[in-house]
C-alpha cells in the first residue's frame, strides 16, 4: 500500500486539496460509519462462536 501511496502521490494530494471542510467532515462520517459496522461484525462475529453448536 505504501508503494501504490507513493506511486500516487500526486494524485493523492491534488484530491485532498480540493476538498472543502464539509467534504472533510462527510468523509471523516463515513470511515467512522464504516468502523463501526465493521466493529458490529466481529462483535457479532465473536459472540456467535461463544454459542454452542446444536448440530450433531
Given at each position: 500500500m505504501l508503494s501504490w501511496a507513493s506511486a500516487n502521490e500526486s494524485q493523492i494530494q491534488a484530491k485532498l486539496d480540493s476538498y472543502t471542510k464539509d467534504a472533510y467532515k462527510i468523509r471523516a462520517s463515513d470511515i467512522?460509519?464504516?468502523?463501526?459496522?465493521?466493529?458490529n461484525l466481529a462483535e457479532a462475529?465473536?459472540?456467535?462462536?461463544?454459542i454452542p453448536s446444536r448440530i450433531h
Open positions: 467512522l460509519q464504516r468502523a463501526k459496522s465493521i466493529e462475529w465473536h459472540h456467535a462462536q461463544q
